[in-house]
């Protein structure tokens, strides 16, 4: 079976400063992994994904993400928070098979202070 | 990118009616499709799996007879809601994957049902 964990349910950042958000996964098969970002009462848009290529992600709006399987984790960053990534964000796995089925972290919500 | 629309994107219903919500792929064909349900805060379930042409695949602890799902089409799946009740209400969300690109999943934008 396949599992996230998203450390810290709130995360809070001055605008200006890096964004840290973290994901742990767990998975018997090698793992796809995703970020993706909710605003409120919208659905999920793809941020960035990892599918077996480069360890290090570049998505969009300068977000990035390293896999590192050592640490079996999946972080986000982003250099300098904009008032804009104050949102939702959730990691989640998949198998990468044919069901493609996405399980999904419990999320975690970024504020940006002015 | 490709384009899930989901309607309605908002529906208040009384206790005991059924309600339906349609997932569209609008330029892009979707053999699989997947419904999740999402209460306040909190993160997406995935409820059940769609496939074009066959019966839905549900996760467990999710009533079939409750959540009736439809894969008619290429573009189209629904999720009816079956004698609603107040514990039905909650943040319905669909995607649908891309079968002839990249096979990468596309977000509906979600509707959101109140159960009176």
């Known amino acids: 079976a396949q599992s996230v964990t998203q450390l810290g349910s709130h995360v809070s950042v001055s605008e200006g400063a890096l964004v840290l958000l973290r994901c742990n996964y767990s998975?018997?098969?090698?793992?796809?992994l995703f970020w993706y970002v909710q605003y409120p009462n919208q659905g999920l848009q793809l941020l960035l994904k990892?599918?077996?290529?480069?360890?290090l992600v570049k998505g969009i709006n300068g977000f990035e993400a390293e896999f590192k399987k050592s640490e079996t984790s999946f972080h986000l960053t982003k250099p300098s928070a904009h008032m804009s990534d104050a949102a939702e964000y959730f990691c989640?796995?998949?198998?990468?098979?044919?069901?493609?089925?996405?399980?999904f972290g419990t999320g975690t919500l970024l504020a940006v202070q002015p | 990118g490709a384009v899930v629309s989901q309607h309605p994107s908002w529906v208040i219903c009384k206790s005991g009616t059924s309600v339906k919500i349609e997932c569209r792929s609008l330029?892009?064909?979707?053999?699989?499709m997947f419904w999740y349900r999402q209460f306040p805060k909190q993160s997406l379930m995935l409820m059940a799996t769609?496939?074009?042409?066959?019966?839905?695949?549900?996760e467990q602890g999710v009533e079939k007879d409750k959540f009736l799902i439809n894969h008619a089409s290429l573009t189209l799946s629904t999720l009816t809601v079956t004698s609603a009740h107040p514990e039905d209400s909650s943040f319905y969300i669909c995607?649908?994957?891309?079968?002839?690109?990249?096979?990468?999943?596309?977000f509906g934008e979600g509707s959101r049902l109140t159960v009176l």
């Open positions: 995607s649908a994957r891309d079968a002839g690109g990249s096979g990468e999943l596309f």
């Open positions: 998975s018997s098969v090698p793992p796809y």
């Open positions: 990892y599918t077996s290529a480069a360890t």
């Open positions: 989640a796995v998949s198998d990468g098979g044919a069901t493609n089925k996405l399980i």
């Open positions: 330029d892009f064909q979707a053999t699989t």
């Open positions: 769609s496939n074009e042409g066959s019966k839905a695949t549900y």
